[in-house]
């Protein structure tokens, strides 16, 4: 799919920002489209079946948490970029744990959204998972045979380290909650400390620097990302 082929709705309430994003993402030969507030949301995605949202979570008519809980529970499956400010931590996570795609704060460059909503698109095309050996710098993951290497050698991960790596894996590119990476790899019922604890043992294992991580990296307050490099 091209850029020229994918719409994307710009769903704000301030015209300056929609006016940003339309003119930088046409650009990019995007096709886009906006809408001021919910309401209006609502009827352009059920009208224009766009391909990707950049949604809000300010919004004066309904927030964008209830937006997006109403898409998600009418099965609306299509990736979403959330806007939001850079203090709003507990907002950021309340919207991915309710099926936000990513989200990039306020305010924000357009090299950063454009690279939001490659990652997004890229996603739901084709789940990183599903390649049997994912590979991004020296790291390489070998999803059925369980085999991790750097530089080609072979690293031997603890049970609980494989797990948070091959959960990251499957969503590289995407960042992920502390609260779902617990829930995918303790059930939930574990605190934070622990997670933070294994994911510092996985840097020092995988990463060459591990305390200027280029793979795993942090999304402060809300949770981790696999990055993927070049």
Do not use: C
Not at 43 to 68: A, C, K, N, Y
């Amino acid at each position: 799919m091209t850029n020229s082929n994918v719409k994307i709705l710009v769903v704000d309430d301030e015209s300056p920002i929609r006016k940003l994003l339309r003119v930088g993402l046409m650009t990019q030969g995007y096709t886009v489209l906006e809408a001021g507030n919910a309401w209006s949301a609502i009827e352009q995605e059920r009208l224009t079946h766009p391909d990707l949202i950049i949604l809000d979570l300010g919004l004066p008519d309904l927030s964008g948490h209830e937006l997006l809980r109403r898409w998600r529970d009418e099965g609306l499956e299509l990736p979403v970029v959330i806007l939001s400010s850079r203090t709003d931590e507990k907002g950021i996570v309340e919207a991915l744990e309710l099926g936000a795609d990513d989200y990039v704060t306020k305010p924000f460059g357009m090299n950063e959204i454009v690279a939001r909503i490659r990652v997004a698109l890229r996603h739901r095309l084709q789940q990183q998972g599903e390649r049997p050996v994912f590979e991004t710098g020296s790291l390489s993951v070998d999803i059925v045979k369980r085999i991790v290497k750097v530089d080609g050698k072979e690293i031997r991960l603890s049970p609980k380290e494989y797990d948070i790596l091959r959960i990251l894996v499957q969503y590289a590119g995407k960042v992920l909650t502390h609260q779902f990476l617990l829930d995918q790899v303790w059930g939930g019922s574990t605190d934070v400390q622990y997670l933070r604890v294994y994911v510092r043992q996985l840097r020092q294992k995988i990463e060459q620097t591990p305390d200027q991580p280029k793979y795993i990296t942090t999304e402060t307050g809300v949770g981790y990302r696999l990055r993927e490099v070049d």
